[in-house]
């Protein structure tokens, strides 16, 4: 099918701590250095509205049920894919997105049990069939994400147990072999710059296609 418009949509997916943030602020820079326009976003977030969904569903104080969390999610999605994402898009510009669809197949489905044809269904309500062009991946062991998260206090999922995030983990592995779109998945506990290398020689392999 056909893009429906002239920017790049590429986001960066995985388990906590495995360097998203990180990569983000790099390749920002990157763009920018290309001379292309970047709207750099996250999800949960993106808008006040989504943001303020954020703030709810991160709160460690909040006790949040599962079909809730999944709903929660779904909503502040719609909201940011219509409010920022595809404007963006339709204007031209590389969209540079922390999390999307596959976070609540990984987190919702592969972690809490979640039908995964439902949780497909509402993602492509809430993203009025919104695809990635390329979405990245970075798979860390456990005990990474145990030493990155003593470096400031955690959220509500952060909190859950290890077992959790193994399924999580495991989640993010098998949708990566199985997703019929661009996906590239990274060893997040190679080094920084080897990390981005590899990023950067699929994002330009991406925007000379987007530029024929």
């Not at 943001?51 to 809730?68: D, F, Y």
């Not at 590389?94 to 049990?113: D, H, K, P």
């Not at 290890?162 to 199985?178: D, H, I, M």
Request: some cysteine; aromatic content about 8%.
């Amino acid at each position: 099918m056909p893009k429906k418009y002239k920017g790049v949509f590429i986001v960066l997916e995985g388990p906590d701590k495995s360097g998203k943030s990180t990569q983000a602020q790099t390749l920002g820079k990157y763009f920018h250095s290309l001379g292309r326009e970047v709207v750099w976003t996250r999800e949960p977030g993106g808008t006040p509205f989504a943001e303020a969904i954020r703030a709810l569903l991160l709160n460690p104080l909040h006790t949040v049920s599962p079909i809730a969390e999944l709903l929660l999610y779904e909503a502040s999605r719609a909201q940011h894919v219509q409010e920022k994402i595809l404007p963006a898009l339709k204007a031209g510009k590389i969209v540079l997105c922390e999390r999307f669809t596959m976070s609540s197949l990984a987190y919702q489905g592969y972690g809490r049990g979640f039908s995964i044809s439902v949780i497909e269904k509402l993602n492509r309500i809430a993203t009025q069939g919104l695809e990635p062009d390329l979405t990245v991946i970075f798979d860390i062991p456990e005990k990474y994400f145990v030493e990155r998260c003593r470096k400031k206090a955690a959220d509500r999922l952060e909190l859950e147990p290890a077992q959790f995030r193994e399924r999580v983990r495991r989640g993010y592995r098998e949708l990566g072999k199985k997703h019929s779109g661009a996906v590239l998945l990274v060893d997040g506990k190679k080094p920084l710059a080897a990390v981005q290398s590899r990023i950067r020689r699929e994002i330009d392999r991406l925007l000379r296609k987007d530029c024929l």
